[in-house]
């Protein structure tokens, strides 16, 4: 079956199955308890979860597609001769059954990039708030993100020491996004996402300008994208220059497939081409509701001063069209269950509230 599909279909499909290996490395280091912690900067760790497992994923997605220019976000020996038994070249055969996107059938290796967050919420995973936890695989075609790999290694972790442990969610724009179940966002709230210790003056006024009815604050990028694909928040806030590409690649193109948009301070949507710097100066701003621009109206001009203007992916009129498309038809794509009721009643909204408060969450009423 890989054979025969597009090879934009095949790295997706291979990064589906390699994020999977992946997590169950990054389960078993937690298990053992030697989680090997370095500090790279303020709340900046890395642990040997981060390490086993991006060497496992940028060796097994190089072996299977060698011209294809692949960034991780931990610094590692390139020399370094990674084991046979911690590569894995199998392919999702989820992700084959599916025809590729009209746009990306012609995609050749040279345009394609691959964004790798072996570990996205690695404070949290030392700090034993395994929800927070993201493995993310993002692809980039001609400078756009158009793929995306979310895999939550501990999902399910508190139903018990005999369940099964991990999902994965994958999207292609142009397709869907797949492997959740998505919640009705309440009409009389409006719930924004930031950062839970990554916060200063400038992150606080700018989610205070959104006019929010309250506040969740969690750690990792992904998992905060996460929570708008899920249909939880409203919205993700982050006047910060702390994200980088391998932090927002994958996610963007996920939360992309069900109709949202993931840009900078400014409204830019980001390149990631190959030859872009790696961290987003530009801040992130991204929302599940229909007008974004909205939003980036209310960030104030004197904090947008403060955040460079992200370089724009060359236009590729084929690929905004499948993104629009989306935009216009949320309730449609392929993958997304939605929850039986169309308004969740008052009580139904508190208890999905009460969710995501668990493991320490804040919730500050503004």
């Known amino acids: 079956m890989a054979a025969k599909a597009a090879l934009l279909m095949r790295v997706v499909s291979a990064s589906v199955a390699v994020s999977n290996r992946a997590c169950q490395i990054i389960r078993d280091v937690l298990k053992k308890g030697e989680l090997g912690i370095v500090e790279k900067g303020k709340n900046d760790f890395q642990t040997e979860a981060d390490r086993s497992a991006q060497r496992c994923i940028i060796a097994s997605l190089h072996k299977q597609f060698p011209k294809v220019s692949i960034f991780g976000e931990e610094a590692l020996d390139p020399s370094e001769k990674i084991p046979e038994e911690m590569l894995e070249l199998g392919f999702s055969d989820e992700v084959l059954a599916h025809d590729c996107p009209e746009y990306l059938k012609d995609v050749k290796d040279e345009e394609i990039v691959i964004w790798v967050d072996p570990v996205d919420g690695t404070a949290e995973y030392t700090q034993g708030l395994l929800d927070h936890v993201t493995c993310l695989i993002g692809i980039s075609a001609r400078g756009h993100s158009v793929a995306g790999i979310i895999n939550q290694p501990f999902y399910n972790y508190k139903a018990g020491p005999d369940a099964e442990l991990g999902r994965c969610i994958w999207g292609i724009i142009g397709l869907g996004s797949f492997g959740f179940t998505r919640d009705v966002l309440p009409k009389d709230e409006f719930i924004v996402t930031t950062s839970r210790s990554h916060s200063d003056r400038l992150v606080t006024e700018t989610v205070e300008a959104c006019e929010p009815t309250s506040v969740v604050r969690v750690g990792g990028a992904g998992h905060k994208v ?52 790696r961290k987003n100066t530009g801040g992130i701003l991204a929302t599940s509701v229909s007008d974004h621009d909205y939003i980036v109206n209310k960030v104030p001009e004197h904090v947008k001063e403060v955040f460079d203007k992200s370089v724009e992916a060359e236009d590729w009129p084929e690929f905004e ?34 969710d995501l408060l668990a493991d320490e969450t804040l919730d500050t009423k503004l």
């Open 226 to 277: 996460l929570l708008l694909i899920e249909g939880k928040v409203h919205a993700y806030v982050f006047a910060s220059k702390g994200c980088k590409k391998w932090d927002t690649c994958a996610p963007e193109s996920v939360l992309a497939a069900v109709g949202g948009r993931l840009t900078d301070m400014h409204g830019i949507k980001m390149s990631y081409g190959a030859g872009v710097q």
């Open 321 to 354: 069209l499948a993104r629009i498309q989306h935009m216009n038809n949320k309730d449609v794509d392929q993958g997304v269950k939605r929850k039986k009721t169309d308004t969740p009643d008052s009580d139904s909204s508190r208890s999905s509230k009460s």
